[in-house]
């Protein structure tokens, strides 16, 4: 099944500098890539995607690449903000999407 | 976006009763919900995919008995924790996936904090 790692566990920024986490996932067949985003205590909420017929994403501040050869996909966070403060999940999901499979989550804190 | 609604939000139980969590899809019809469980500072383990009309699927480890799944709508499906103990205290999430829209986005219900005392 399909296997999904995540890096760095933690990550501490200056606010406005950027943030980058990255993800790899094993199975080939996976082909939607979700980003969410979860505050304490609250549900995850998606803020980006991409899909593997796409090489780049961006939404203002936020951006998603993916490398198909290599499988792997990362979140870029430009300017950041304390409000980006947050636990932050990559997801891979095979074809029909059927399920996803979670990174074990980046702790982003953005100090002011 | 599409709603999933999840009740309740926190519930505090004695152990040994039983606790149900409900899971609504508002406004589309999810044929497949999912349950995840996440301990403090970690990621979400899928325990189960819950597949409208017919038997729950459980991933390895997760307890069938103990951990009840029931999806007898296209816009509902529970969770019952049965006979549960401390170490059940968890927080629980429902997820839907609304597949008539262009992408195949997961919405998730708002959790529900489960403590067992």
């Known amino acids: 099944g399909e296997n999904v790692e995540q890096h760095p566990s933690t990550l501490s920024v200056q606010e406005g500098d950027s943030a980058v986490i990255k993800c790899t996932y094993s199975d080939s067949a996976s082909n939607y890539f979700p980003w969410y985003k979860q505050e304490l205590g609250k549900r995850p909420q998606l803020i980006i995607d991409i899909r593997s017929n796409v090489g780049e994403k961006k939404d203002q501040r936020i951006a998603v690449t993916l490398n198909k050869t290599a499988k792997h996909f990362s979140l870029h966070i430009t300017e950041t903000q304390p409000e980006d403060s947050a636990v932050y999940f990559c997801?891979?999901?095979?074809?029909?999407?059927?399920?996803?499979?979670f990174g074990p989550g980046t702790r982003l804190s953005v100090l002011p | 976006g599409a709603v999933v609604s999840q009740h309740p939000s926190r519930v505090i139980c004695k152990s040994g009763t039983s606790v149900k969590i409900e899971c609504r899809s508002l406004?589309?019809?999810?044929?497949?919900m999912f349950w995840y469980r996440q301990f403090p500072k970690q990621s979400l383990m899928l325990m189960a995919t819950?597949?409208?009309?017919?038997?729950?699927?459980?991933e390895q480890g997760v307890e069938k008995d103990k951990f009840l799944i029931n999806h007898a709508s296209l816009t509902l499906s529970t969770l019952t924790v049965t006979s549960a103990h401390p170490e059940d205290s968890s927080f629980y999430i429902c997820?839907?996936?609304?597949?008539?829209?262009?992408?195949?986005?997961?919405?998730f219900g708002q959790g529900t904090r489960l403590t067992v005392v």
């Open positions: 997801a891979a999901s095979s074809p029909g999407g059927q399920n996803f499979v």
């Open positions: 997820s839907a996936n609304n597949y008539g829209t262009a992408n195949t986005e997961a919405f």
């Open positions: 819950s597949n409208e009309g017919s038997k729950a699927t459980y």
């Open positions: 406004d589309f019809q999810a044929t497949t």
